[in-house]
């Protein structure tokens, strides 16, 4: 077999064996391929498509390329594409532990305009989410989950695709877009997952449509490589959260863990969790699964995984009851101030995203250093009837001039109008 071969099969809208694409993907996490070939195979792919069975092909050549995990139990994820305020799997993980789960959690960080879990979770003084495979086997095996970042051995072929994708204006691609999310999670060994899809301003698709066709592509590669998958289309027009950057969203999970009220936040971790459970065989319907993980997060079984996760992760182990004094804080912190009197009708998840990399909450490059302070907290909820001159939003800055320059595109992100719809958080379910 050789790279050229395989690109042009793809170019010609020839589906290549599962064999070829195997050994494209060792290629891929070795040296058998180039990067010009990488970046062509990617642009054909992009242009030309792939058949459901050869997206799953590519999926598990992508995972084999490096180190799959083996449990003596079944395990089960969830897995996010990226939105604002987007906390839940810091609240899911612990919350499915408590009821009996495995959840060997495999996460990220900050992509683009969205947060990323690793880096909220590394807001904690001391946490530490890299970790051997040793320990994260043993903390798995100790609370029942982890959260923890890949390890170099975790599907090698898809960091250098994505890495040659992001240059080669190929990483809208479906296919692609497919083949990279599975190919880690199902690194991890999962027998059941659930998908969190979202649609709106502040996330990766637009329309309910692109999330929708995402997740059926999704659903029918992760099935296809025989693990048990479903997704949530969700909502994504105004954060999941009333906060975003780090450790205020920390700051939201410590106050849904320890003293849990109606949230959309805790909505969406439980409609997730429900439905995860149901795949995994833990329960035979999602309202009956529901109960079960209100009642655990209720009685604080939750917030007790959590503090012990964190503590194993290099965290205090007094958390639940010292987090308030122990986050870090901003150097700035100020009210937004309404521009006008009306109805929050609209947000720019998107803007409010970058505003947030803007303020040192981010990266703009892989190398950037994280500021875990800054963001925006208390953020007004579509449809809130305001004055002018009343808040909106609390900013936390590093410094006065960064202040100035994210309250701009804060207060440009929001429409006050006469009325507003902000729409259900539960879309659709597909799988």
Known sequence: ?????????????????????????????????SDAQAGAFAMAVCTKGLSEEARVALTLAMRDSGEVLSWDRPVIDKHSTGGIGDAVSLLLAPLLAAVGATVPMISGRGLGHTGGTLDKLEAIPGVVTDVDDAKFRNMVDDLGCAIVSASANIAPADKRL???????????????????????????GLNALILDVKAGSGAFMGSVDEARFLAQSLVKTANGAGCKTAALVTDMNQPLAPAAGNALEIAEVMQALTAPKNSRLIELTLALGAELMVLAGMDTAPEVAAVKLRDALQAGKGAEVFERMVAALGGPSDFTETWRGRLPEANVIREIAASETGVISAMDGHAIGLAVVGLGGGRMRASDRIDPSVGFSDIAALGTKVSKGDPIARLHAGSEKAAIAAERVFIGAVTIGENANPGPLLIDRVG
């Open 1 to 33: 077999m050789d790279a050229r071969t395989i690109i042009e099969k793809v170019r010609d809208g020839i589906e290549p064996t599962q064999a070829e694409l195997s050994w494209f993907a060792k290629g891929l996490a070795g040296d058998g391929v």
């Open 162 to 188: 994505y890495a040659i994708r992001d240059v080669t204006g190929t990483v809208e691609s479906v296919d692609l877009i497919t083949a990279s999310i599975l190919s880690k999670k199902l690194s991890a």
